[in-house]
């Protein structure tokens, strides 16, 4: 007989998943600002530079929420806390990496 998986494993996967998914949006960030003033010369976007700069620094923070929280381990309520803070702040900084993205394709910014 298979068992579900308790509340606190699917929540500790899910933070797990989470910290390695914002590791990778801050470099994806950096790289796209790099490329943006390697290939984009004097065409580039300032303001767009500086959106997605802003957005690697929500993915900073929530990571470093989320590492925070894998860490406590006998601080539950803390530990929630942190953990539903870093997931809201990661929809609105992947909610403001798509902005972000439609305004660089859409040549807005």
Sequence with gaps: MS?????????LDLTI???TVLATLVGVCLTVIGIMRHLGGP????YG????????FLFLICCILSYTAL??????????LLTNVADYLF????SLMAVICGLI????I
């Design 49 to 56: 530079q500086e959106l997605i700069a802003i957005d690697a």
């Design 43 to 46: 065409r580039a976007s300032h």
């Design 91 to 94: 929809i609105v900084a992947l």
């Design 71 to 80: 860490k406590m381990r006998n601080h539950l309520k803390r530990k929630s």
């Design 17 to 19: 998943h989470i910290f």
């Design 3 to 11: 068992q579900e998986p308790s509340k606190a494993f699917v929540e």
């Design 105 to 108: 394709v859409y040549e807005v």
